[in-house]
């Protein structure tokens, strides 16, 4: 098991956090919600990797002896929760890391936890010199500080470089991995009136890439502009969508509260003389935070927005509470979007009976269920399901009551369970949920509605954010995210197995081709089976695969072996070859790609589900027509999906394999102010110099 450290030591707190530092709506003014949390400590306040990590650090924007740390995680805590893309440390003092004449790495002294990134930097080195015969010290750039000094003009990184892009630069200088509980630095601090320790979780989300400029700020707090009176339609979603930026973030209270909910322990340093840490409860952790007693409530819809981000539903669902003396919930309707006037819920000391748990009732709106055009499927990321427990995390939920009739307005009830404070309020926790909606028949064009495997399940948002070198032949890059920006997906598109999962979505790029690809993370009717991050297939990465050239029929100059042709031999999947067929196909010869299983019968259990792995493929060429359709015919910053038309999906059988041909669209919203509403709309993919609608051919395997 891992261990999760809290972010500083317990005793540097000099005061009780207040609202105005806290994660959260800013007291007295609506249209700021502040996503740094931040606390007044002593000066010099260590601060700790709360897991094993990347420590990448920056300089901050206005103060010269601040800097930020950002810590890129290798493991997250041993509980569920959604994947976290990056910790962030503001306000550490950079004297204590960097000497700022010479720009080395200063030595640890015996005010620094033995465990400490001087050390491990020094260490490093020592090792590299006594390999190389050398007597060099660390310095700044061994931690990346060098990236935004812009005094150095070879190495200076802008405001828009992605930090993960630097974290997997390839330019000979490698980052050090601490383990959790390294003390990374020193927080400036200073008291009331010095410098707030902040502390920030990041999560992993399509669109909303943490960039270098963010990372450099001293602080972080999301402003949205006023919603004008009477607003239009499109000036309410226009308004609305700027607020979703706070869903990329998540309070360090519910993180904690969420271990202690899945009776998760941490490690806490508790004061000078402590040099290994305690483990404890969560809760001591959770008690040092104004959000002690804040209960999140988080329902994304499938493309990781809020569930009524699309207006599809009503804004409100239903909750009850438990009461004293009664089994009987107190159950009543909570408009999601009013609580907090943003688009998140949260049950601010919510009073609940005495005792060590509670259960939640909830209610979501449905919409559409008459003559079951809908199905809808509600994933936790977080806390299993209560009732049902042979579906833990996942369920799909009913349509009908319990007397046989169509609900018309809440699906069914379900419970969860919570911890409660010493004060008989709900304790600091966050419950994450996807609310997934299949449309098996078309309604109306007003909303985007899915209804195949390939609907807007690759957003063009996804990046490629490792690196843009030109790759050898052989080689590749990976983007992974996760399962949280992917619509749930059910199966019977293509066979009557009717399971449903969520799904990791990512995209890769080779010397030729770029892939969009997906592949699943969690079966419905299967509960305890995930892939655990960092992922089952494949990670995130640039691969040379040089070594595997010889394998292949490979001709040079001809082509480069492709993400595909590849990805088997990564996974150990070594029985899977991908393979290309010619078949007629409404009287054309067409050509199709697909994996072969070359293994005995009995051994067929792959890394690589071939009837679950899918993907869209492009030439680079095409790829970056494609962009530049998307940049040219859609509004900037909303989702825009890459996706084959439903004209002719995999559905003609040939030798017990199913194949199809469709043309190829983007799917996006558009703004409609002459009847002032925000619609769909779709653009087909033509060839720039033949003005051919551009085809896909589909190559299904074996179901």
Partial sequence: MSEFFFFTQQDVLSQNQTDTLAFGPV?????????????????????FAVVDGIPLVQQCESDPNCINIVLYPFKTPDFNFPNIKLFVYRGIRKDSIINSTTGEIFQADSTWKTDNILTTLHDLQNKINQDAGTSEVPKAENLGYHYSDSNDIDNFKPDTEFVETIVFLNDGLQLPLVKAGCQLGKFIGGGATGTPAGFQIILDRVGYEPTLGWVRSEDDVVAVNNLTANPTVVQTFLHWHEKEQILTYIDP?????????????????????????????????????????????????DFNYSFNYYNQYVNSLELGFEQSGTEDFLVSSVDYYANANWPLLRLFEQSVPAGSKSRILMKLPIHDVAGYNARYFLRSYTHKFLEKAEWTFFQELNYLDPAGAIRKDFCEEVFIEAWISDNDFLGANYFSFKYGKVQI???TEDF???????????????????????LDDGDFKVSLYSSENAPILLKNFLDDSDEYYTQYIGIARDKYNTTFFSFPDRIGYESGRRLKFPFGIIQQGKYDNSAFLEEFEYTSGTESLGFLEVLPKRTLDSALVLKKVAKDFKGQLEEFLYYLNTAPAQDNKFAIDAKKFHALTLSNEEYDTVMALAASDFDQGYKIFLQPTSGDMPTRNFDGFAIGQSDLKLQGIEFNTTDDKVQSKEVLVEDTVTQEKSELNFYVNKT
Avoid: W
Avoid at 27 to 45: G, I, K, M, T
Avoid at 449 to 468: A, C, H, S, T, W
């Fill in 448 to 470: 985007l509605f899915r209804r195949n495997q390939y609907d807007m399940v690759f957003p063009l948002e996804l990046k490629n954010l490792i690196g843009d070198e030109i």
């Fill in 27 to 47: 007291p007295s003014s609506p249209l700021e919600y502040r996503v740094n949390n931040q606390f007044l400590v002593s000066a010099d306040a260590p601060a």
């Fill in 441 to 443: 028949s078309e309604i």
């Fill in 253 to 301: 209270a519910a993180l904690y509260g969420c271990a202690q909910a899945n009776g998760h322990k941490i490690k806490v340093y508790q004061n000078d003389a402590d040099d290994t840490g305690v483990k404890m409860d969560a809760s001591s952790a959770v008690s040092l935070f104004h959000n002690k007693n804040c209960c999140y409530i988080d329902i994304r819809n």
